[in-house]
């Protein structure tokens, strides 16, 4: 049985190496990494001189509206870099991993390439495990590029860097991979509901967009609407609806990935007034708990029912 396991896990991963080969190729995956690192440089560079005026770290208040998050975090030359990367990254990440994924099952039986690999001996779960690690390792190949990248940039800048922000920088990286996995599992789910690549790779792109660039804009509208009719202002009645308001806007940002992936960036660089230092991790990870959770649930259902669909499906 480990015999039989361990060639299943070959199997797999060798759809992975060749999927990444194949992703690294597409002209898709070039346009995408070079308007990511077009933007990076364009971002570090108007920031130059207002990094190099940070000379000691101070703690910020930092809002990011369009998701419905605010927060305060320790503001020095990299955490500053880093967290309007990775700020950055929500729309990017959420793109690059729709745009992956989208046409990675039909597009393989739309060309009948699917009915080749599995007349050799190779499951279908080794198959469509091997499509979403491939396409994991891609997502973290751009991811690391933009973490290297905005180090690398400050290093050549002579900007001073410290070890805590090198340190929370890297655990960024990894709830950015996490987000941009979101994304690839969404969308690997249209790839197994939708019989053209065309409609699923525009069904995919279309919410990675309208989630992170759309939806937080009509947000506040909605809330209001839910709330009920404004009562005139400065009556105790207006005061409820206010709170109501925000709190209809809390449920209705609570359903979108890039509310809590924006949550855990501000939990992550998250400051201390009192001690004009990172928030201790132990207290970081308190506040970043649900918004993970929810991170996973995002992750991890829409793959369930992708696998379950392949599992079942007619591929002819």
Same mark, same amino acid.
């Given at each position: 049985m480990d015999d039989k396991e361990g060639g299943q896990k070959m199997k797999a991963l060798n759809i992975a190496m060749k999927e990444v *080969?194949?992703?690294?190729?597409?002209?898709?995956?070039?346009i995408l990494i070079s308007i990511y690192a077009l933007l990076l440089l364009l971002l570090s560079y108007s920031l130059?001189?207002?990094? !190099?005026? +940070?000379?000691?770290?101070s703690v910020e208040s930092m809002s990011i509206g369009l998701f419905g998050v605010n927060g305060e975090i320790l503001a020095t030359p990299l955490s500053v870099m880093l967290f309007l990367n990775f700020t950055f990254f929500t729309v990017i990440g959420a793109i690059l991993g729709a745009s +992956? %994924? $989208?046409? $990675?099952? !039909?597009?393989? =039986?739309?060309? %009948? /390439?699917?009915?080749?690999?599995?007349?050799?001996p190779v499951y279908r779960d080794e198959v469509i495990n091997g499509k979403f690690?491939?396409? $994991?390792? =891609? +997502?973290?190949?751009?991811?690391?590029? %933009? *973490?290297?990248? /905005?180090?690398?940039?400050?290093?050549?800048n002579g900007t001073p860097l410290d070890g805590g922000s090198i340190l929370r920088g890297f655990v960024a990286f990894l709830l950015t991979l996490l987000y941009s996995l979101v994304f690839l599992s969404i969308s690997l789910l249209f790839s197994t509901l939708f019989k053209k690549p065309e409609t699923s790779m525009l069904v995919s792109i279309g919410l990675a967009i309208f989630l992170t660039m759309i939806y937080g804009l009509i947000v506040s509208l909605m809330a209001q609407h839910l709330a009920g009719e404004m009562p005139p202002h400065g009556t105790p009645a207006f005061e409820i609806w206010v709170e109501n308001s925000k709190l209809w806007e809390q449920r209705l940002h609570f359903i979108n990935p890039a509310h809590h992936y924006a949550a855990l960036v501000i939990a992550v660089f998250a400051g201390d007034r009192i001690t004009n230092y990172y928030v201790p991790f132990g207290e970081s990870l308190t506040l970043m708990l649900n918004n993970l959770s929810m991170l996973l649930v995002f992750?991890?259902?829409?793959?369930? +029912?992708? *696998?379950?669909?392949?599992?079942?499906s007619d591929l002819r």
């Open positions: *080969y194949v992703s690294i190729k597409s002209k898709r995956f070039a130059r001189d207002n990094l !190099n005026e +940070l000379v000691s770290p +992956l %994924g $989208a046409d $990675a099952i !039909n597009k393989e =039986v739309e060309s %009948g /390439t699917i009915k080749t690999l599995l007349g050799h690690l491939g396409n $994991a390792c =891609v +997502l973290m190949i751009t991811v690391l590029v %933009g *973490y290297v990248f /905005t180090i690398a940039f400050l290093l050549i992750l991890l259902l829409p793959f369930a +029912l992708a *696998y379950v669909r392949f599992m079942t």
